[in-house]
C-alpha cells in the first residue's frame, strides 16, 4: 500500500516525544492539506479548507496557501504523507506523467515525502479500522474521465475495472456487478431480467436466493457529498447493498487517521501508553516486556535473579595475631624483580599522563541543519506599450513598459474534401418522331425531349412532312433519329415505347416514341474539392491560425516575454493546392498572418519582484543562496488586447533559513551531558536536525561534551549526511 519516491533508511528510528507530519490530499482539480502528530496515538491538530486549482503553476500556489492555513504549529514540519485519487496513479507507482509535478512539490514547499496512499485502498483500510468483520468491499472511484470499480476481499484487490465515465450510470453499475458476481460468490445476474439486464429499471426481479449484502463506497475528489449523492440517485432501489458516500469534503479527514497509523506503527513512531500508576490497595503491575516484532529474528532475553540480598561477612569469632618474622636482606634476584616492577609502573604512570592530555585535548563538532522556509509573493504587473519606464510607485500594479512589434506566423491546414462528382456515361437511343400536323416542320440538332424526369437531345436536325387527310382518317408522318441523355447515369436507360415530349410541343401535334430500350447510362460518383469544402476549410483555417499563434508567440521567448494581439492579425495570404471542382481525397490551406505582439523585458521584472519579496523574509530567516521561482499567468480577465495592455499575475518565491543563535547555543552545551543535548538543542525552533561528530571514540564514551568552547565547534550546514 505504501510507494515511496525515494529510498528512505532502513535503520531502526529513533522515537521523539512527539512527531508531526503533513497530510496532502491531491486530486485532479481539488487539494487540501492536514496537520498531525504521532505520539501514543495519531491525532490531527488542524485541517485546510479543500481548495480548486487550475494548473500545475496554481497547484504549487494554493497548496502553499493550504499548509499556511495549519497555523504556525505545522512551520517546522517537513515530512508528508500524500493522499492520491487514482488519476494520478498507475499501477502500484506515481503516474509518469506526474512525477516532474510531485518533484516541483517536494522541491519548491521544502518538503520530504514519506509516501503514498491511493485514495481506494485508504478507503478499504479505513473502514476495517472501524470493522474488521468486513469482507467484500466495492470502492466506486469518480475521475474526470473515468470511473474505477475495485473490488477488495479485506486487504487484497481482487480485481478492478476501470470505465468511461457515463451518463448512464445505472445500467454500467449493473454491468459491474453481473462481471464481478463470481469474484464475490454471488449470482447478481439472476436479479435482473434477461431481457432487462441492462437497463436502468429500479424494480429487481424477485428470486429465490438473494446474493450477499455487499459493502460499497463511493468516493470522489471532483464531487462534494451531495453532488455526489444526487449522481447516485439513478442507481437501482432494492439492491443488497450498504452504501458510503465520500466527497471531497469529508474525503480526506475520512483517511486520515488510519492511514497514517499504520505508517506511523510502521515506522516506529507511536510510542507505548504511559501505565496507570499503583492505587494503595493494588500494587503497580509489572510492565510487560516489549513483543519480538514477527517479521524480526528474536532477540535474546537477559535473565532475571530475584530475591537477591546482600550478603555480609560476619566477623571470625577469634582473632589469632599474625607471627612476627624476622627481617632479611634481599637477594639480588629479588631487586631485580623490585626494580622492573617499579619500572613498569613509572611507564604507565607516564601513558596515563599522557593518554589523559590527548583525551583533554579530543573535541566535538555539533552540525546544525537549520529549518527552511518558503517566502512566497504575488504581484499584479501591468504591461503596457505607451508606458516610457518601470513605475513601481504602486505596489499592487507595476507597470513594465512593452514594446509593440510584428511577427509572421505560417501555418497549413490538410482538409478532407466531402464533394461528389458523377463521372459516368449518358445514355443513348433511337426515337421515332410522329407529326401530327397537317404542315411539315423542321426539328433542328439538340432540341430537346423529355419525359418528365430524363431529358434528351437530337443528334442531327430532322424535316418531317405535313400529315395527310384520307378518308380513313389523317395518316401521320414519321421520321426516326438518335439521341443522346443530357444528364449522366442509369437514370436515362429508358424502355421502349416511352413517350416523350418534343421542345415546347405538345404531344397532340409532334411526339416522340422510344423505338428501342436505352443503354449505355452509367453511374460513378468522385470525390471532389467542392465549393462547400472551400468555405469549411477556410473557416477551419482561421481557428487553426489563432492556435499556432498561441502555440508560437505566448509566453517567454528568449529573455522576455511577449503576448499576441489576436483581434488584430491580419491574414496575407489564403491559398488551396487543388481548384474547386478538382478530384480529389484531401487539399491543404496555406495562410500566412502578421501578428503584432507586446513584449517586455524579464530583467526589468526581476529586481522589481525581489524586492517585493525581501519585505516578506520574515525576522530571523535568510535568503537560500539559489536563484528565485517565477511564476506568471496572464489574467484574461482584465487584460484588454484591444489597446495592448496586459495584466500579468507574477508568484515569485525563494528559499530561506532560519537563522541559528549558535553563541547562545554553545554556552548551553559546554560540558552537558550527552543525555541532555537533544532537549537543549530542542528549545531553539530554528534548528531541525543535528549531529554530533566526535573526533575519536573513546571522548565519546565520556558521556558529555567538552567544557572547552575551543573544543566544542558549532558548524551550520545546508545538509545532513
Known sequence: MWKFFEKKDTSAPVCPPVKRFFSIALGEKTLAAVLWEADTTVKVLSKSEVKPYFGDNDLLIKLDQALQELGSAGETVHQTLFHLDSSLIRGSDIAAEKRELFDKITTNLQLESIGFVANTEGVINA???????????????????????????????????????????????????????GKIG?????????????????DPVSHTTAPPTLNVNFISQLLASDELRAKLETLPAGLPLKSEILGCDILLSYLVVPSATIIAKAYGWLKEPAPEPATPDAPASTPPETPVPLESEALPVLSRQKNLAPTAVEPAEFATPAPIVDKKPLDRDTKVKIAFLAGSLGLIVVAAIVFWLWLASSSVTVQLQANRELVNRNLQIVVDPEAKKVDDSDPNAIVLPGIVSTKQIEYELEYTTTGKKNVGEPARGKVEIINKKTEGTKINKGTVIENGTVSYALNDEITIDAAQE???????????????????GTAGNIKKGTSLRVGSSVKEDIEAVALEDFTGGTDKTIRIFSQEDQKAALALGQDGLEEEIMKQLEGQQDDGYLAPQIENVKITDQSFDHKVGDETESVTLAMSATVPVVTYDESELKPIALAALEKELPEGNVFLDEEPTYMSTVDEAKTTRGNGEIYIQVGVSRGSLKTIDLDSLQNQLLGAAVTKVDNIIKTYPAIKEYRLVWSNAIARNLGKLPD?????LLQQVDQLP
Open 708 to 712: 572547552n568552547p575551543d573544543r566544542l
Open 470 to 488: 384520307t378518308s380513313d382518317g389523317r395518316t401521320y408522318a414519321k421520321k426516326e433519329v438518335n439521341v443522346t441523355a443530357l444528364d449522366i
Open 186 to 202: 454471488a449470482d447478481y445476474s439472476q436479479f435482473f431480467t434477461v431481457s432487462d439486464e441492462l437497463t436502468t429499471t429500479n
Open 127 to 181: 473502514k476495517l479500522s472501524l470493522n474488521p468483520e468486513l469482507d467484500k468491499q466495492l470502492v466506486v472511484e469518480f475521475t474526470s474521465d473515468h470511473i474505477i470499480y475495485s473490488l477488495f476481499s479485506q486487504k487484497q484487490l481482487l480485481e478492478c475495472l476501470q470505465l468511461s465515465a457515463t451518463d448512464d450510470l445505472a445500467t454500467q453499475f449493473k454491468g459491474v456487478l453481473v462481471q464481478l458476481a
